[in-house]
């Protein structure tokens, strides 16, 4: 994913604006947007992105996650 989908992706998950995205968020839009995805599937991705371990993942965590090229879809399977 390059950075404007990444971007575009924070401002969808970030349901409240707040600019960190807590796991609620994070498991809600898997489940409405990536139905396949198990809620332990989700709580591994969203600890893969919480790099710092506060239980909240902000837009540059996302990007340094999941920027590099393809890396959000390797790991999907």
Known sequence: ??????EQL???I???HSG???LREFKLYMKNH???????AAEKYFDQA????DHLITLEELKSAFGS?????????
């Open 1 to 6: 994913m390059n950075t404007s989908d990444l």
């Open 10 to 12: 924070f401002k969808e």
């Open 14 to 16: 970030d349901t409240n």
């Open 20 to 22: 960190r995205v807590n």
């Open 34 to 40: 990536e139905g396949v995805f198990s809620e332990k």
């Open 50 to 53: 919480d790099l710092n371990d």
């Open 69 to 77: 090229k393809d890396k959000l879809s390797d790991n999907r399977s």
